[in-house]
């Protein structure tokens, strides 16, 4: 079965710091791999998402992603935390292209300090 | 990106009413919706995956009788919790599929919290 885990249910960071948030996941077919950020009392927003083709994904906000799949990891960077990215971030794997179900990571939650 | 809205944002309850949420894709058809639970500070646990036109299909452990799911058309998606207790409290979070040529991604609403007192 698919699945996905985070590393670190914590990140803290200092503003300007790098931001590394870890995922590692677990398919027996190629995936589709994503990530998601959840502000407070708010839904998730779509970061960024690996389909096919380049390993290096960019997303909103300054953040990327790379596939690497001899370590079946998709890691989440910044190259510099601004206050405003304190959320709580999601890596995410679909299971099944036909339906788009998608298994969540346990999610950590990312601390900016000033 | 695409729009999805829930409604109500909040709601709070008796014990052993109803309540609808209503899960909206503002800009796009969506044949598909899911309805997803939130626990505090837990991840997302699916529920149900909602497909216009047919009946919802249920995660295990999830009771069809008690989450009612209707997908009456390409842009609407209702979750009725039925003789909400105590335990339904949570934060109920849908996603519409957007599949076009170029893409197929799940679009998030922003979430609602239901209390049931």
């Known amino acids: 079965a698919q699945s996905v885990t985070q590393l670190g249910s914590h990140v803290s960071v200092s503003e300007g710091a790098l931001v590394l948030l870890r995922c590692n996941y677990s398919?027996?077919?190629?995936?589709?791999l994503f990530w998601y950020v959840q502000y407070p009392n708010q839904g998730l927003q779509l970061l960024l998402k690996y389909t096919t083709g380049a390993t290096l994904v960019k997303g909103i906000n300054g953040f990327e992603a790379e596939f690497k799949k001899s370590e079946t990891s998709f890691h989440l960077t910044k190259p510099s935390a601004h206050m405003s990215d304190a959320a709580e971030y999601f890596c995410a794997l679909v299971t099944n292209t036909g339906f788009q179900k998608l298994v969540f990571g346990t999610g950590t939650r990312l601390l900016v300090s000033p | 990106g695409a729009v999805v809205s829930q409604h109500p944002s909040w709601v709070i309850c008796k014990s052993g009413t109803s309540v609808k949420i209503e899960c909206r894709s503002l800009?796009?058809?969506?044949?598909?919706m899911f309805w997803y639970r939130q626990f505090p500070k837990q991840s997302l646990m699916l529920m149900a995956t909602s497909n216009e036109g047919s009946k919802a299909t249920y995660e295990q452990g999830v009771e069809k009788d008690k989450f009612l799911i209707n997908h009456a058309s390409l842009t609407l998606s209702t979750l009725t919790v039925t003789s909400a207790h105590p335990e339904d409290s949570s934060f109920y979070i849908c996603?519409?599929?957007?599949?076009?040529?170029?893409?197929?991604?799940?679009?998030f609403g922003p979430g609602t919290r239901l209390t049931v007192l």
């Open positions: 996603s519409a599929r957007d599949r076009g040529v170029f893409t197929d991604t799940q679009y």
């Open positions: 398919s027996s077919v190629p995936p589709y």
């Open positions: 800009d796009f058809q969506a044949t598909t």
